[in-house]
């Protein structure tokens, strides 16, 4: 993950053009003094294409900065309640958890947002441990599973599925909390006691045929720059213009998310690149315990945890020359 900003695009300065109007040959240099103030330069418009994953017109959305403001601009266009959303896709309408939406959105992305469909009640008994559940969250309130181990408790309930939401446990409502907050509830549920999840699975479509095909769009139309280049959405501040990761950084994120699914059972693609940004800047483990809890002292992640971080990003298997 590059650092944040590191790559926001700046217009260049002491430009011989300005606003389209260029210095007649021979004209006389104006006198030194103050320089006068430019006119704030127009920001690029970042326009998005956008359908409801199971069925829908295609419609653009833009001037969002985080993913709550996205939610609110696709439940604008659509008319439903931004509540509606559960997760979205990218380039893809299937519940595809690899295509998730994080916290960054390539320029040519084309969102799919998968809405509320049925809600259904389970009874689980706990006979082990781990449920067999990697539990991640929209960054909007909905905690939702990502993945499903096999041969586990759930993997043994037909009726648990991939991309269901996990709207209450035991009727107490966990809407609102972060996705590892949901994984620890559920890791303190006592053995043998049978509890109830009542889970939101998305709307399906009853007819995919011909749903998906992207539009045409006239060349450079919604594009700023070809590349690697995203849009990086924040949870406070103004969304960024970065470069993609380097390959890389892409692989040290994947083995992070891997540790964060085997130590807290949680998925979260975003919270590992930051993970791997602040392993980059620390030369031990120790320090690298304190950048985490400075900026993410709510996990409260245990120490062997940490430092199979810092191996994983500092010292990767199988680097070679």
């Known amino acids: 993950m590059q650092r944040a900003g590191r790559h926001g695009r700046q217009p260049p300065e002491g430009s011989p053009m300005e606003n389209g109007v260029g210095q007649e040959p021979g004209t006389p240099e104006p ?39 996205l939610y609110a601009k696709i439940a604008e266009v659509f008319d439903i309640s931004p509540t509606e959303i ?40 706990k006979t082990e441990d781990a449920l067999g559940l990697t539990i991640t969250d929209n960054g909007a309130g909905y905690a939702f599973i990502k993945r499903i181990k096999e041969g586990s408790i759930i993997n043994r309930l037909q009726t648990v ?9 035991n009727d107490h409502t966990i809407v609102g909390c972060r996705h590892y907050e949901v994984a620890r509830m ?3 549920l006592p053995r043998a006691q049978p509890f109830t999840l009542r889970l939101v699975q998305p709307k399906k479509a009853f007819d995919m045929i011909g749903q998906r095909t992207r539009t045409s769009k006239s060349p450079g139309e919604g ?10 959405l924040r949870t406070q501040g103004p969304a960024m213009l970065e470069e993609g990761p380097s390959p890389s ?19 979260d693609s975003e919270l590992a690149s930051t993970m791997v940004e ?16 400075s900026v993410l002292g709510e996990f409260a992640f245990p120490q062997e945890f940490v430092a199979e971080v810092w191996a994983a990003v500092c010292h990767p298997k199988g680097d070679k020359e």
């Open 161 to 169: 599925s991939v991309g269901d939401s996990i709207e209450a446990i």
């Open 31 to 69: 006198p030194a003094g103050p320089a006068a103030p430019r006119a704030p330069r127009a920001r690029p418009r970042l326009v998005f294409h956008t359908q409801l994953a199971h069925g829908s017109p295609t419609e653009r959305i833009e001037g969002f900065t985080n993913v709550k403001e």
């Open 278 to 293: 602040v392993a980059k800047g620390s030369p031990s483990v120790a320090q690298l315990v304190q950048g985490l809890d």
């Open 249 to 267: 950084e892409e692989e040290a994120a994947r083995q992070v998310d891997d540790l964060l699914e085997s130590y807290m059972g949680i998925h």
């Open 86 to 125: 559960l997760f979205c896709t990218l380039n893809t309408h299937k519940v595809d958890m690899q295509k998730l939406l994080g916290g960054q959105i390539g320029l040519e992305d084309f969102i799919f947002a998968h809405v509320r469909g049925e809600t259904k009640e389970v009874e689980v008994t």
């Open 186 to 188: 559920l890791r303190e």
């Open 223 to 232: 594009r700023v720059a070809s590349g690697k280049e995203t849009l990086r």
